[in-house]
């Protein structure tokens, strides 16, 4: 039994707050926090005097004032809280729980491969995908109330004689085609030899 573990990041969330005809405050040059990328899971304030970019109808040039940094007079950056409801809807959108309807488990659906090439986040199919008794199937998946986790498990049984490699598991949202969302590298492969061998993969997501 193997266990994979995917640490998926929230995005950050970033707003904007334009202002028109305040008084005028010392401007200041961009600092740092404006480069902070969404990745990195924080909430980022900017506040800018605009009053230099109202068009004669009385509409901002929005952008335009985005671009002139010295507008800035206020930032901060605060990390992102996400709530135990949050963590529950995230896990149901994707997987679904122990018990969900068919439209909360596209993502459920676990392939394996022989593929040995490492993954890569702008991968989209899952090369020598298996067939037969390795063939594509719907996992039953298990969600912890209140946490970011998720397990996907299941077994499949070969099914076939001689030797067959599996190194590489790859999560789907369809039983056939669809988006790849995840994608993992057995180390080392493993083999299945004898009609009666029976693979079980446990996937462990943290959204």
């Not at 950056?77 to 409801?85: E, I, Q, S």
């Not at 149901?92 to 022989?114: D, F, K, M």
């Not at 001689?162 to 669809?178: E, L, P, R």
Request: glycine share 8%; hydrophobic share 35%.
């Amino acid at each position: 039994m193997r266990r994979f573990s995917i640490i998926l990041c929230l995005l950050g969330v970033s707003v904007f707050i334009a202002s028109q005809g305040l008084p005028d405050k010392p401007k200041k040059s961009a600092s740092p926090i404006e480069t902070i990328t969404p990745a990195q899971n924080l909430l980022v304030l900017t506040a800018r005097h605009c009053a230099h970019y109202v068009r004669r109808d009385g509409s901002i040039d929005a952008a335009a004032c985005r671009l002139d940094p010295t507008t800035v007079y206020y930032q901060s950056a605060t990390h992102n809280l996400r709530t135990n409801g949050g963590a529950d809807w995230w896990a149901n959108q994707t997987v679904g729980g122990s018990s969900s309807t068919a439209a909360t488990i596209q993502g459920r659906y676990l392939a394996l491969s022989a593929d040995t090439t490492s993954p890569a986040a702008a991968d989209s199919t899952c090369p020598g995908e298996l067939s037969g008794g390795l063939a594509r199937a719907q996992a039953s998946a298990t969600h912890t109330a209140g946490t970011t986790q998720s397990t996907l498990t299941y077994t499949w049984t070969y099914g076939a004689s001689g030797n067959q490699t599996i190194a590489k598991v790859c999560a789907f949202n369809a039983s056939s085609g669809g988006t790849m969302l995840l994608e993992a590298l057995i180390s080392p492969s493993a083999t299945v030899t004898a009609p009666t061998d029976q693979f079980t993969v446990n996937y462990t997501i943290n959204f």
